[in-house]
């Protein structure tokens, strides 16, 4: 059976795409194939992002981890956050890990609609604790509570979801840590964990991680009978 074309968009100033490579190579699991985009600005267009089912990003608003001029720019960009919300209301997934999620009203706003959440900071890297906040979600099902050192993203909730999966840490406090909300035909997730390559490889993140690409595929769902 061939495996599902995935597009990862990674590799900015503070989150060299190597951690994202890595601990993607690390997955048990031979369902997905993985298409990495790094300079996402000069090579994602909407033709190519229509070719993936799911898209991951691992992206904050920044071309590459040696130019951090805006990866988002209107008449230049030709993939903007208007076209992922489409994308994502005609049907496909769409999956934002870590700095996937740095938007607010102040950093690319429509990034941060897109997502319905806005970013604030993080405390010093640090242990943090994720726990399971909806034991029946299916994105967190098999996930038992798990610690690691790194960066704990605080951020609001834009949208009207409620988080699956929460964090804390003594200099964070808790925060949500991972929601999802269905738009038009498509799904879209988000998991705020992610910064170190010891988190990916952690095998409650991983199996966080397949659970959330397998609902934003819509995999639960009844296959039609024809």
Same mark, same amino acid.
């Given at each position: ?22 601990g993607l190579a690390a997955l048990p699991q031979e369902k997905y194939a993985f298409s990495v985009v790094k300079t996402v600005k000069d090579i994602l267009t909407p033709a190519r992002l229509a070719a993936y089912p799911m898209t991951i990003c691992c992206k904050s608003n920044c071309v590459n981890q040696a130019n951090p001029a805006p990866w988002f720019e209107p008449g ?17 997934? =769409? +999956?934002?890990?870590? *700095? ?9 706003? $429509?990034? #941060?609609?897109?997502? &319905? ?46 988080? =699956? +999966?929460?964090?804390? *840490? ?9 929601? $999802?909300? #269905?738009?038009?035909? &498509? ?40």
């Amino acid at each position: 059976m061939a495996r599902i074309p995935v597009l990862v968009l990674c590799d900015d100033l503070w989150h060299p795409a190597e951690v994202i490579e890595r601990g993607l190579a690390a997955l048990p699991q031979e369902k997905y194939a993985f298409s990495v985009v790094k300079t996402v600005k000069d090579i994602l267009t909407p033709a190519r992002l229509a070719a993936y089912p799911m898209t991951i990003c691992c992206k904050s608003n920044c071309v590459n981890q040696a130019n951090p001029a805006p990866w988002f720019e209107p008449g230049v960009t030709e993939v903007m956050p208007e076209d992922f919300e489409q994308y994502i209301r005609q049907g496909y997934g =769409f +999956l934002a890990i870590h *700095s996937g999620l740095v938007y607010r009203d102040d950093m690319c706003p $429509a990034m #941060s609609r897109l997502l &319905g959440s806005a970013f604030h900071g993080h405390p010093p890297r640090c242990e943090v604790h994720w726990q399971p906040a909806q034991p029946e979600h299916p994105i967190v099902r098999d996930v038992q509570p798990f610690s690691c050192r790194d960066e704990h993203y605080q951020i609001t909730l834009t949208c009207n979801e409620k988080p =699956f +999966l929460t964090s804390t *840490s003594p200099s964070g406090g808790t925060q949500p840590a991972g929601f $999802a909300r #269905s738009l038009g035909a &498509g799904r879209l997730c988000a998991l705020t964990p992610g910064h170190t390559l010891d988190v990916w490889e952690h095998p409650m993140f991983q199996r966080l991680l397949l659970n959330a690409m397998a609902w934003c595929l819509k995999e639960d769902e009844p296959c039609e009978q024809s």
